[in-house]
Every structure is written in C-alpha cells, then in structure tokens.
C-alpha cells in the first residue's frame, strides 16, 4: 500500500488540482448563456464521436480532430465574459486589495440609502476595491467630494442630469457619478429583475466592486457582490456586509446569499 502511494501521490495531487479547477468552472458557468453553449457543443461533439468510432467514419474523424483547435479557441471567444470575471475575482483577494471605506463615509451612505429608499428614489452605488474602474467613470461625470446624504439625494433625484446612472465611490469620496456600467448577460429566471440590477450584477461580475442598489419600486436595499444579489436587506445587515467584504473579502453570512438566477425575489 505505501509503496502504491509513493508511486501515485503525484496522480492524486493532479487530480484534486482538476477537480477543483472543474467544479470552481462549474460554478463560474453554470448560471451563463455560454453554459447551454458549453453543453450543446459537448453533446454534438459526443454524439459525432461516438457514432464516428461505432461506424468507423474516417471522415467525420479526420474533420472531428482537425477541428479540435478551432474550437478552442472559439471557447475563448464565446466564454470571454467569464473569463473575465475570474480573472478579476483572482485578482481581488484581500492580498490585493488596498481600498478602504471609513466608518463614517459608510454611515452616510447608509443614511443616504434609507432616505432614498423612504422617497422610493433609484439609486446604484459601487464602491470600488482592488481593480481601477476608470473606465467607468469616464462614462459619467467625475467628481470629488465626500460622501453626503444631501449630495446623494441630489444627485439621484429624477429631475437631476446624473440621476440615470450609477456612481462610483472610492476610499469614502465620490468620485464620478451618472456612470454608465455594463449589463450582466447572465439567465435570470425572474423577469421582474431591472435594469439597475443587472448592472450591479454586470459591474461586480467585471470588477472587484460592491454594488448597492434602492429600488424605485419598492425602495428595497440590495447588495451585489461577484455577480451574486442580496436583495430587501435591513440597513444594519447591510451595512455589516459591506464591512465583511472590505474587511475580510466576503460576506460573513455567505451561506445566506443567493444566486438571483435561481431565487430572486419579485418587484425589484
């Protein structure tokens, strides 16, 4: 037996390495267009396989390992969104991460939120991390200023220029707002699912960020964090999310959030 273990540990480190890189895939893609993608072209090529082997087609063969490569690089192409997103999740561990929100910078966003929320005033807010978000800012308007509930109210209110679209809030000053962020292209069953939710789903799924989100409907308190939605939350039990995730990288509490692709509450 130790000798059978000598021999193989090499095989069963190689194994565990493969595991875990296909079940953290599983994870990443099981809730994307590029999923159905994945399977349809994974049972086609199954099923040519098989019957080409069974019925010794030396054609369909040849075509078959010729095509291999052009396949692989197609899956580049199709999954590009979420090759994206776990590159930017590798890079925003806490090692990498330097960004900071104070505690009173947080306690006027919070206010600011609930006030929105009492008005039923949209409202989508990102605070960024370890991964600039430049980009985003330069859709907007940029800005330097700290944190208010009077500017935020302003600045979301509908009657404002900035008001339709996200600002973006960096070590506790905002510093663009009227910021335009890409929308998630993940499936989400619920279609009561908005616009503003999809793009806090979109900006965490590209960056490190947090999102959070006042829903005009209802005035619920959302949170969004690597693509996943934490929707109609208390202001303490958000406030202490936030702080999990810029203190630790994640929500303490991680086994109570939920993919919004399975379970998302209606009226967002």
């Given at each position: ?134 980009q985003f800012a330069e859709t907007g308007v940029e800005l330097d200023a700290l944190i208010s509930s009077e500017l935020l109210n302003t600045i979301f209110h509908p009657k404002t220029p900035l008001h339709d679209g996200g600002i973006i809030v960096e070590q506790g000053r905002i510093v663009a707002a009227g910021c335009v962020f890409p929308v998630s292209q993940r499936e ?81």
């Amino acid at each position: 037996m130790w000798e059978f273990v000598e021999a193989h540990w090499r095989d069963g480190i190689e194994i565990l390495i493969l595991s875990l890189l296909a079940y953290n895939g599983y994870l990443f893609l099981r809730a994307t267009r590029g999923a159905r993608i994945l399977l349809g072209l994974l049972v086609l090529l199954l099923s040519l396989t098989f019957i080409s082997d069974a019925l010794k087609l030396e054609v369909i063969t040849w075509l078959l390992q010729r095509l291999s490569v052009f396949l692989a690089i197609g899956l580049v192409v199709i999954f590009q969104p979420e090759l994206r997103r776990m590159l930017a999740e590798l890079g925003s561990q806490r090692l990498f991460s330097f960004n900071k929100t104070d505690e009173a910078s947080l306690d006027s966003l919070i206010e600011a939120m609930v006030e929105l929320s009492h008005k039923r005033i949209g409202a989508l807010i990102a605070i960024k991390r370890g991964i600039d978000m430049r980009q985003f800012a330069e859709t907007g308007v940029e800005l330097d200023a700290l944190i208010s509930s009077e500017l935020l109210n302003t600045i979301f209110h509908p009657k404002t220029p900035l008001h339709d679209g996200g600002i973006i809030v960096e070590q506790g000053r905002i510093v663009a707002a009227g910021c335009v962020f890409p929308v998630s292209q993940r499936e989400v069953r619920n279609r009561a699912v908005g616009l503003r939710h999809r793009a806090a789903m979109g900006v965490t799924e590209e960056t490190d960020a947090i999102a959070l989100i006042v829903s005009e409907e209802t005035g619920a308190l959302s949170l969004c964090f690597r693509g996943k939605l934490d929707h109609d939350l208390e202001p303490e039990v958000l406030k202490q999310y936030v702080n999990d995730i810029l203190t630790f990288g994640n929500p303490q509490d991680e086994q109570k959030r939920h993919d919004p692709a399975r379970d998302m509450g209606a009226g967002v």
